[in-house]
């Protein structure tokens, strides 16, 4: 019985249950059954009374035997109709839900259980229906951050080669320019002008070095940085102040407005990074007798300065790493094309929406970031 399927499982308990109880009632309807006496009186003209008493039992015996294997084969028929329909309608829904269990395997995102009840078998159809939905939410859900992981895999990959590539010139430039030094080949035997040459190159390396570290050790600090509020106008006053410094020795006018009370709920460390390499960036890209300006708009923090605008065809390269236009600073005057990546990247973690546009009103550029008070 073990092996055998849900519905002749259940036909043969029905039935076998049905003929048992046939056969129960049958038997003890004959064996219950009393004995009956029968008494005829005849009256005559003759004073006396005459009195006749038969027994009926033997014959209402016989009878029963004769009818009995009639009665039991209706109800044996009965009994297997019964059982039929009724192991059909036990067994369908299990077996429609068994069904779609199967295809439910092949992932199919249409396959549903529809059992239109509201027993238990009903809330099982329900229960697994639930089930599916979820699975597929978690198989959907998986792929998505497989697709993410995949992406940012390669993106540390793109950037590892890059960043080697990207060091791998100055190095090679300084060990060259030292060897030289040291054999005291033509013009590099003068050492008061090539070892200050040497050491600012030392530094734009370690800067170019911090920087990489800095941007790898991103996702560390994006996952341990707990967030915090942070009260925009003491914050913004306090980061801007040493570029205040550097653009007042520029002949840079630097205007800081935020007078606006302003509290964002964001990592104190990673939002000041970004916000320090933008307003770095525009301070060393605004010439002399020009302006820089940080205020708070509505919902957005800008950061503007004055400047030739940026061509279209260079805004969207501006953000990949080591990405340096050929109008701007290259590796020799200091710019090392990791800031913006820097920032793109931060930005991206913190989920902040950003946009970097030509000003309408006057020539320069704008970096909005969209905050939320």
Do not use: W
Request: glycine share 4%; hydrophobic share 40%.
């Amino acid at each position: 019985m073990k092996r055998l399927k849900i519905f002749p499982k259940t036909f043969l308990y029905t039935l076998g249950l049905m003929v048992f109880m046939n056969v129960m009632a049958h038997t003890l309807f004959y064996l219950l059954t009393p004995p009956v006496s029968f008494t005829a009186k005849e009256y005559t003209n003759d004073p006396v009374l005459t009195a006749v008493t038969l027994n009926l039992s033997d014959y209402i015996a016989g009878i029963i035997r004769s009818v009995l294997p009639i009665s039991m084969l209706i109800c044996f028929i009965v009994s297997v109709l019964c059982s039929l329909l009724f192991s059909r309608a036990m067994t369908r829904p299990i077996r429609r839900i068994s069904a779609e269990t199967a295809q439910m395997e092949t992932l199919d995102r249409n396959a549903r259980c529809i059992v239109q009840s509201d027993d238990e078998i009903g809330a099982l159809a329900n229960n697994v229906n639930r089930l599916y939905h979820s699975l597929l939410k978690t198989i959907e859900n998986l792929e998505i951050e497989k697709i993410k992981v995949s992406e940012s895999e390669k993106s540390k990959v793109d950037f590892l080669r890059m960043a080697s590539h990207e060091l791998k010139t100055p190095v090679t430039a300084l060990n060259a320019m030292l060897e030289n030094m040291m054999l005291g080949v033509g013009k590099y035997k003068d050492h008061e002008v090539y070892l200050p040459k040497c050491k600012r190159m030392m530094e734009q390396l370690a800067e170019m070095i911090k920087n990489v570290l800095d941007t790898s050790n991103l996702s560390v600090l994006v996952r341990d940085e707990a967030t915090a509020d942070i009260y925009l106008p003491a914050f913004l006053t306090e980061l801007c102040e040493p570029f205040q410094i550097i653009a007042k020795a520029k002949g840079i006018r630097f205007e800081l407005d935020v007078t606006e009370g302003v509290t964002v709920h964001l990592p104190p460390e990673l939002f000041g990074k970004a916000l320090n390499n933008l307003v770095s960036n525009a301070v060393s890209y605004t010439q002399r007798g020009h302006s820089v300006m940080v205020y708070c708009d509505a919902d957005h923090l800008v950061i503007e300065n004055e400047c030739d605008p940026i061509p279209e065809e260079h805004l969207k390269e501006l953000f990949k790493p080591f990405y340096r236009p050929e109008y701007e600073r290259g590796r020799d005057t200091g710019g090392n094309g990791l800031g913006l990546y820097i920032v793109d990247s931060i930005l991206n973690a913190l989920r902040i929406s950003y946009t970097f546009t030509p000003t309408p009103s006057k020539k320069g550029m704008a970096f909005s970031l969209q905050i939320k008070k």
